[in-house]
Structures are given as C-alpha cells and as structure tokens.
Nanobody, 130 residues
C-alpha cells in the first residue's frame, strides 16, 4: 500500500498557474504508477496525468496536454503537477493516486481506470475564476 498526501491547491484566475504536489510513502518501486485524478461537482472523476516512478512514460488527458506537466521526484518521493494557463473548467478537487504497473498510455493500458488505483490521497481543491 502507498500513502499519499496532497498539497498546493488554491484559488487563481484564468490564465494563471498552480503547482500541486503529492508526497508518497510506503510500497513504491520503480514500476509504480503515480498520477492525478480530478472531480468537479456533478461530474465523474477523471484521470488527468500519470507517470511511472522509473521514468519515461507519461499520460495526459487531452484537455490538459500542453498545459500540465507531471513528474516524479525520486529524491523527495513526490509527484508534482505543474498546471499552467488554467481554465475555469480545470476547477475540481484533485486527487493523487497510485497503482502497480502499468501506467496508462500504452496499447495494453491506454486509459486510466479508477478501480485499478488502490491508493488515494484526501484531495486538494483547485478553483479557477474568470
């Protein structure tokens, strides 16, 4: 099991940036898949961005490509999510999540499935106003 604690949410205006972070501990190895989901009021939880702790493959949902960047900080065991050019539709509670390999983005596992992720953080709110 992996323990996850998010930080960095807040309120910004459209076009501004925020950086979320997720501190991870526990059963992590070089194949662990770490990532972020988000859930807006009245909407289903959706996968946003994912990265493998061993480096290499990343996955982004189409609506954030070119604006969000996910990485794995091996020295700090954290998963930063840099969010630039934020839009009002990015407003949601953001959840850090983890699962064993594979990460989404391959032909075997093209899209994230919520039920496959066994570890979750408590969530952090992001509010973007126009």
């Amino acid at each position: 099991q992996v323990q996850l604690v998010e930080s960095g949410g807040g309120s910004v205006q459209a076009g501004e940036s925020l950086r979320l972070s997720c501190a991870a501990s526990g059963d992590i190895d070089r194949t662990t898949c770490m990532g972020w989901f988000r859930q807006a009021p009245g909407k289903e939880r959706e996968g946003v961005a994912f990265v493998t702790t061993g480096g290499g493959r990343t996955y982004y949902t189409d609506s954030v490509k070119g604006r969000f960047t996910i990485s794995w900080d091996n020295a700090r065991n954290t998963v930063p999510l840099q969010m630039n050019d934020l839009k009002t539709e990015d407003s949601a509670v953001y959840y850090c999540a983890a699962k064993p390999a594979p990460c989404p983005g391959s032909w075997l596992y093209p899209r994230p499935r919520i039920g496959d992720f066994s570890s979750w953080g408590q969530g952090t709110q992001v509010a973007v106003s126009s």
